[in-house]
């Protein structure tokens, strides 16, 4: 499978600000995708990466509060804009294969104070 | 819809007591089912998988069985350590890929 990394690993950050997360992948990969995690919670899909084009989202998520850029087969970014404490949660990236199965990078936990 | 449903934890055994964690879904189509682990602190590792019916995941010792009849994937071990204390998520795949997670069940293995 694929080894994933994301950055930053862990920031607390005030409320009204952004914070831009990176996701790195070491093989070039179709399908990306970002999930949040809520304390306590499961793992909600925000939106599909596609590479060269707008992404995909999920009922409940927009663009301009979760932008989303994929300007290549291995890398993509979420940013997560004008935070308040309620985004205060984990945020995946994971990749999927031909088989439909998804692995998933280490996660970046994010508080908002 | 799909989606998937999983026994409310927490679930807590003595070390090698026998587990199992139900799982039921409901989907369109043909899913494959998934397991996947959460250790504290850290990312989700994917455990097992099942692609079509009847096929049976295993890895580490952990077991699940694809049932299309029950639409079920109930995860199962025979002898729970102390280390497999975790947080697993059953998830389902249906054909555009994503992945739609059960809400995760809490097992606590004490010595």
């Known amino acids: 499978s694929a080894v994933i990394s994301q950055k930053p690993s862990r920031d607390i950050c005030q409320r009204g600000t952004s914070l831009t997360i990176q996701c790195q992948v070491d093989s070039q990969v179709t399908m990306m995708f970002w999930y949040r995690q809520q304390p306590g919670q499961s793992l909600t899909l925000i939106a599909t990466a596609n590479q060269g084009s707008e992404a995909t989202y999920e009922s409940g998520f927009v663009i301009d509060k979760f932008p989303i850029s994929r300007p290549n087969l291995t890398f993509s970014t979420l940013t997560v804009s004008n935070m308040s404490p309620e985004d205060s949660s984990i945020y995946l990236c994971?990749?999927?294969?031909?088989?439909?199965?998804?692995?998933f990078g280490p996660g970046t936990r994010l508080t908002v104070l | 819809g799909n989606s998937v449903t999983q026994m409310e934890g927490p679930v807590t055994l003595s070390e090698e007591a026998f587990l199992t964690i139900n799982c039921t879904y409901t989907?369109?189509?043909?899913?494959?089912l998934f397991w996947y682990v959460q250790y504290p602190g850290e990312g989700l590792q994917l455990l097992l998988k099942?692609?079509?019916?009847?096929d049976k995941g295993s890895n580490k010792g952990f077991e699940a069985t694809y049932r299309k009849e029950t639409t079920s994937f109930h995860l199962e071990k025979g002898s729970v350590q102390v280390s497999d204390s975790a947080v697993y998520f059953c998830a389902l795949s249906v054909v555009t890929g994503k992945l739609i997670f059960g809400q995760g069940t809490t097992l606590q293995v004490k010595p």
């Open positions: 099942a692609t079509k019916a009847d």
């Open positions: 994971s990749v999927g294969n031909q088989e439909r199965t998804q692995y």
């Open positions: 989907a369109t189509g043909y899913p494959s």
